[in-house]
């Protein structure tokens, strides 16, 4: 028997992108609802008890409520919104996070997706931390730059639409200037630090996209650690990982541009670290796409997780 999935909020730029990834399979089925009755709280609640696997793709309130709609106990959840991201009793939704966490993810009843922000970063900072390389009270930074779609539908409409009362036709720009992202509390936690990391977003003129930086003073760390140590203990980590790739050094030595286009489809992560070994210096930098292993990617390999099912099934290829 094939397992019964609802998208509530299958009209967002993620609900599309997993709909699209979903409904040309044959292991899943899809529950819908008619456009016209999205907001019909009857019809949602029904299909949010009727399926094996509910996929939310809402604003944080509605998701939110969304689940207190629930009263199936079978009914399992994966949520792609902020809301339950550092909440107790949700599974963190990032199977390469260690090497238990992909036995959680296929056991749990509630998952959180990882925000693309979130995971790029965590990925990065996580295993320097558990493996003692980076304190947990180290100040850290983080730089990054997003395709615009990353923003949902406000800010597509920024870029695209020109009777849009926002739209710009800025090349670039830096926001988050308040350093209260929405994705800060994620990191934190789940990257295991003491203190916020200061984190800063930007967007650029291109749909979709993502790279991740987070420079490194290793003069400055305990033990002085060098880059090959560095680049060991990520590859370490995720050895073996399907849709994680630890560039090696010598190939990242011979990157002299990184364009966040570059993995554009795919669900892979791919993490580099660049080095002056000279003057003990490294910048992390994670490449991804913001809709792929930042968003619905991620989600449907959570769910295949889940469901006992392949766990490239609508990611390969």
């Given at each position: 028997m094939t397992a019964t999935v609802f998208i509530d909020g299958?009209?967002?730029?993620?609900?599309?992108?997993?709909?699209?990834?979903?409904?040309?399979?044959?292991?899943?089925?899809?529950l819908s609802l008619p456009y016209e009755d999205r907001r019909n709280v009857d019809k949602r609640r029904e299909m949010l008890n009727r399926a094996d696997i509910v996929i939310l793709c809402l604003p944080d309130d509605a998701a939110i409520e969304a689940v207190s709609m629930i009263e199936n106990p079978d009914v399992r959840v994966i949520d792609a919104s902020t809301a339950h991201r550092t909440a107790e009793g949700w599974v963190f939704g990032f199977p390469e996070y260690d090497a238990a966490q992909r036995a959680r993810v296929a056991e749990a009843k509630r998952v959180?997706?990882?925000?693309?922000?979130?995971v790029a970063s965590i990925?990065?900072?996580?295993?320097?931390?558990?493996?003692?390389?980076?304190?947990?009270?180290?100040?850290?930074t983080i730089n990054a730059i997003s395709g615009y779609s990353g923003g949902g539908k406000s800010m597509i409409a920024e870029f695209e639409?020109?009777?849009?009362?926002?739209?710009?036709?800025a090349p670039?720009?830096?926001?988050?200037?308040?350093?209260?992202h929405k994705h800060v509390p994620e990191i934190q936690r789940h990257g295991g630090l003491t203190h916020r990391p200061i984190f800063v977003p930007s967007v650029g003129r291109f749909a979709q996209g993502m790279i991740v930086q987070i420079p490194l003073q290793l003069w400055a760390l305990p033990g002085t650690p060098s880059p090959t140590t560095i680049h060991q203990a990520l590859a370490d980590h995720y050895a073996?990982?399907?849709?994680?790739?630890?560039?090696?050094?010598?190939?990242?030595?011979?990157?002299?541009?990184?364009e966040p286009e570059a993995v554009n489809g795919t669900n892979e992560l791919r993490l580099h670290v660049f080095a002056n070994e000279a003057d003990g210096?490294?910048?992390l930098a994670a490449l991804l796409d913001n809709l792929g292993k930042g968003a619905s990617g991620s989600t449907v390999q959570n769910m295949n997780i889940m469901l006992g099912l392949d766990e490239g099934a609508g990611l390969d290829g």
């Amino acid at each position: 028997m094939t397992a019964t999935v609802f998208i509530d909020g299958e009209q967002g730029t993620t609900g599309l992108q997993i709909h699209a990834r979903l409904s040309a399979r044959k292991d899943v089925s899809m529950l819908s609802l008619p456009y016209e009755d999205r907001r019909n709280v009857d019809k949602r609640r029904e299909m949010l008890n009727r399926a094996d696997i509910v996929i939310l793709c809402l604003p944080d309130d509605a998701a939110i409520e969304a689940v207190s709609m629930i009263e199936n106990p079978d009914v399992r959840v994966i949520d792609a919104s902020t809301a339950h991201r550092t909440a107790e009793g949700w599974v963190f939704g990032f199977p390469e996070y260690d090497a238990a966490q992909r036995a959680r993810v296929a056991e749990a009843k509630r998952v959180s997706n990882p925000g693309c922000y979130a995971v790029a970063s965590i990925s990065m900072i996580h295993p320097l931390v558990s493996a003692g390389l980076l304190l947990a009270d180290w100040p850290v930074t983080i730089n990054a730059i997003s395709g615009y779609s990353g923003g949902g539908k406000s800010m597509i409409a920024e870029f695209e639409d020109e009777k849009s009362a926002s739209y710009t036709e800025a090349p670039f720009f830096v926001y988050g200037l308040t350093l209260k992202h929405k994705h800060v509390p994620e990191i934190q936690r789940h990257g295991g630090l003491t203190h916020r990391p200061i984190f800063v977003p930007s967007v650029g003129r291109f749909a979709q996209g993502m790279i991740v930086q987070i420079p490194l003073q290793l003069w400055a760390l305990p033990g002085t650690p060098s880059p090959t140590t560095i680049h060991q203990a990520l590859a370490d980590h995720y050895a073996g990982c399907r849709f994680v790739t630890v560039v090696a050094p010598d190939t990242a030595a011979g990157i002299s541009r990184l364009e966040p286009e570059a993995v554009n489809g795919t669900n892979e992560l791919r993490l580099h670290v660049f080095a002056n070994e000279a003057d003990g210096q490294i910048v992390l930098a994670a490449l991804l796409d913001n809709l792929g292993k930042g968003a619905s990617g991620s989600t449907v390999q959570n769910m295949n997780i889940m469901l006992g099912l392949d766990e490239g099934a609508g990611l390969d290829g």
